[in-house]
């Protein structure tokens, strides 16, 4: 039972039209499969987090539909 690994807690942690503060991790997750936009850091490890405080908000941009994760200012 000691080999487990820890549980990571990946995953959206904050949803669309939610209020963040600048700092709070808004995805964490392994690779890239939502890209940051507006006002949205990524970490080392490809999390994202809020630069600013704000409302997220979430799009999809370009030919291949990526999805991007915002914070609109309030």
Do not use: W
């Amino acid at each position: 039972y000691g080999s487990y690994s820890n549980s990571k807690r990946l995953g959206v942690n904050r949803f669309g039209g939610e209020i963040v503060k600048a700092g709070e991790i808004l995805i964490r997750h392994c690779g890239s499969n939502t890209q940051p936009g507006l006002n949205v850091g990524i970490g080392k490890d490809d999390t994202l987090f809020a630069k600013i405080a704000g409302m997220v908000q979430f799009t999809y941009k370009g030919p291949k539909k990526r999805k991007t994760a915002n914070v609109i200012p309030q």
